[in-house]
Each structure stands twice: as C-alpha cells, then as structure tokens.
C-alpha cells in the first residue's frame, strides 16, 4: 500500500493576526500538488486555530500544537482534545521535543496523551528523537524504540497516526540529519513496529522527518524509501514551505 507523503507545518509559539493571515494568504494561492499526491497540515497556536481554520483552502488541514492528557476539567492552561473536536480541528501534534525536555514530559505521559486523543477521534502527530548526547553515545534507535514502545503499549489502532522522527540536535540549529541518517533511523523504526506491531502497521504508517527541512533539502530527503514527509518548523512559516509541499512530486517519479 502507497504511504500518501505527509506534509506538516510547525508554527510553535509564533505570529500576530496579520502575520498568521499573510502565511494563510501564501498558501490559498500556493499551486502545489494535489491531495491525493500531498497530505499537508498546518499547526498555528492554539489562538489561532479558529481564524487559520476559516481562511484556509480545504485541502491543507489543520494541527493543534498539543492537547491534555484525559477530559478536560480543572486543569488550568490546558485545552482538551474534546474542545479541538468541537472546532473541528482533525489533527494534534504530540510529544515534540520541546514539550519533552522543557515540561518534561515523559514517554508514558506522551503515550497516554497520544491514546486519549485517539480515543476522541483526533488524528495525532507522535514525535520522537534522540539528543545529540544520545546520538553520540550510539543510543539512538534504543531511545527512539522506548518513545514508540511508550505510544504502542497503549494503541490498538495505528490508522489515524503519523510518527514524526525529529533528532533533537537538527531543530532549529541548522544541522540537517543527511539524508542517509534519516533513512537509517526511519527504516530500523518501521523494521520496529514490523517487529512489535505488525507488518501492516509497518507498511502502512507514514514516518515523516523533521529537523532544520528546508526548500534546499527537501527533495534529496524526499527521495529516501522510508522517509513519508515531513514536520517543518522555522521554513513553514517562509514562502519555502510551498517549496516543501512540491517535493511530494519526487515519490512520484
């Protein structure tokens, strides 16, 4: 089965009314390719979920950056994956490594957070990703296998899931895992979920890249056979992003 590229952007913690309508604008004009060729999903802040969800052209989706872990309720700060059904919002982002290591958010919390999600019929970005220490120690597919393994223990349904590989030393530095780093991790993590799921979730589940992507490498990245798309940060808010969306094309080819 023919894994349809996936393309998200990022937002995070950006963008003023007039900014957010200005990268709207780019993208409802944007000729990319169709939505049987590109999945593409953008993910603003949680304050402008509403606006962006009502300017947007309806093939490009949208993302929530995070939502709490059970019902709502007394949980100041937190919006609830109930609360992003009632928007209409399709998609979540979950477990990014910033939320990771500056709320410190564990494997486990992640893994329950990307189940109840599910559960209310979201659809769920799940990131993970080694640490440059983690890398350099040779730990890297153990560390990624646990955040998987965290997020596996608790799903039976893998249908409405993209995992996102982003290797914490590439976001937002500049560095680029090369393309052959990439598909290393992304082959051994669906040889993973073949081994610890089943075949079918392996062949069918979309591993997406994410880590400094930008319109310069986009397409060498694309062209690897287990690399499904990618989570984009700083360049989803460039007009390279259309570049991005374009490289979707090379799987064609």
Known sequence: MARKFFVGGNWKCNGTTEEVKKIVTILNEAEVPS?????????????????????????????????WVRKGGAFTGEVSAEMLVNLGIPWVILGHSERRALLNESNDFVGDKVAYALSQGLKVIACIGETLEQRESGSTMAVVAAQTKAIADKIF?????????EPVWAIGTGKVA??????????????????????????????????????ANCKELAAQPDVDGFLVGGASLKLEFVDIIKSATVKKN
């Open 178 to 215: 090369t393309p052959a780093q990439a598909q290393e991790v992304h082959f051994e993590l669906r040889k993973w979920l073949k081994d610890n799921v089943s075949a079918e979730v392996a062949a069918s589940t979309r591993i997406i890249y994410g880590g400094s992507v930008n319109g």
């Open 157 to 165: 349904n893998w249908d409405n899931i993209v995992l996102a590989y």
């Open 35 to 67: 939505e049987d060729v590109v999945e593409v999903v953008v993910s603003p802040p949680f304050v402008f979920l509403p606006l962006v969800k009502n300017l947007l052209r309806s093939d490009f989706h949208v993302a929530a950056q995070n939502c």
